[in-house]
């Protein structure tokens, strides 16, 4: 039986949109809540699909990456969808126990909320 286990992580960055409303192009930052979610089938005598201190070092690692960092100098668009995307990706080519893969990656910051799933 396929089961789904989701962690929150947090971080800071600052930004700036050249392309759209005038506010935006002035640099400026958000908190981001990030939520992190892997599916998979409980295969381990513990019960779980893979244990939460592990989880939290793999995903955490890709999230703590972008902490009070100027996002525009590491992705080419900065929007919650663009870092969801990127994290999605990341977070995806780590190494998780046979059999656990990401199923999602939500951002929030301030308002906004952007998610990608597999």
Request: include cysteine.
């Amino acid at each position: 039986m396929s089961v789904a286990v989701t962690e929150l992580f947090t971080f800071e960055a600052a930004h700036r949109i050249e392309d759209s409303r005038p506010e935006y192009a002035n640099v400026h930052g958000h908190s981001h809540e990030v939520l992190v979610t892997v599916e998979g089938d409980v295969t381990t005598p513990q019960g779980w699909l893979i244990e939460q201190a592990d989880f939290r070092k793999i995903a955490g690692y890709h999230v703590s990456k972008l902490d009070h960092c100027y996002l525009n100098e590491i992705l080419e668009k900065v929007t919650a969808e663009a870092i969801a995307r990127h994290l999605f990706h990341c977070i995806s080519r780590s190494d998780f126990p046979h059999g656990v893969s990401v199923k999602s990656v939500e951002v929030r910051k301030t308002t906004t909320r952007a998610k990608v799933s597999a």
